[in-house]
């Protein structure tokens, strides 16, 4: 369960005092349907949740559905508040295997550039992606967890400390696009 904003309008990087207790320090898991519930309040999020939900859409046709996103930036903020407007979109890093071996990925991503290119999807999808393939030594995943973790866990601007947000990549993302079809439809 996601924790509320802080005073400072972020996520608390940890929601209690127990260290053994994972679920009460970032990154919090959730579903995506939780992700919804909690981050599609306006008209504004939900078109970037919608985004969100065809970019995962799209990895998983391609066979990238090992893993997990790591889920940042102002849209895990209370942005409208701290920033007077929405999110322009949704910072991610996707943590999973790809589905082939190493020495065709270089082929794999040119057939999925839309997938790969950081450009495209951040105009096709409205997401700024990152990729680790959980397929490569283990320490250089250590290494990319580690720049990642450190990048995404401040506040640009102020270089706050902050929580991040973790979806598992096998999610109820169908369940998340209805809620977000019935909130829409609340709206409209």
């Known amino acids: 369960m996601l924790p509320q904003f802080n005073a400072s309008g972020v996520l608390p990087p940890f929601a209690g005092f127990d260290s053994s207790e994972r679920s009460q320090s970032s990154p919090y898991e959730v579903s995506m349907t939780e992700l919804v519930d909690r981050f599609g309040h306006s008209h504004e999020r939900r078109a970037l949740l919608r985004h969100l939900l065809s970019y995962r859409q799209a990895l998983r046709a391609a066979g990238i559905v090992t893993g997990f996103q790591l889920l940042d930036g102002s849209f895990t903020e209370d942005c409208e ?40 999807v951040k105009e096709v999808y409205k997401c700024d992606s990152y990729f680790v393939d959980l397929s490569k030594d283990a320490r250089y995943i250590v290494e990319d967890t580690m720049y990642f973790y450190g990048l995404f866990s401040h506040q640009r601007s102020t270089f706050m400390w902050k929580g991040l947000v973790k979806v598992p990549m096998r999610s109820d993302d169908d369940e998340a696009l209805a809620l977000l079809n019935a909130r829409e439809a609340d709206h409209a």
């Open 81 to 120: 508040r701290l920033r007077q407007r929405p999110p322009n979109d949704v910072d991610l890093v996707t943590f999973s295997h790809t589905p082939v071996p190493p020495r065709e990925l270089r082929a794999f991503a040119a057939a999925h550039g839309t997938l790969f290119d950081m450009d495209r």
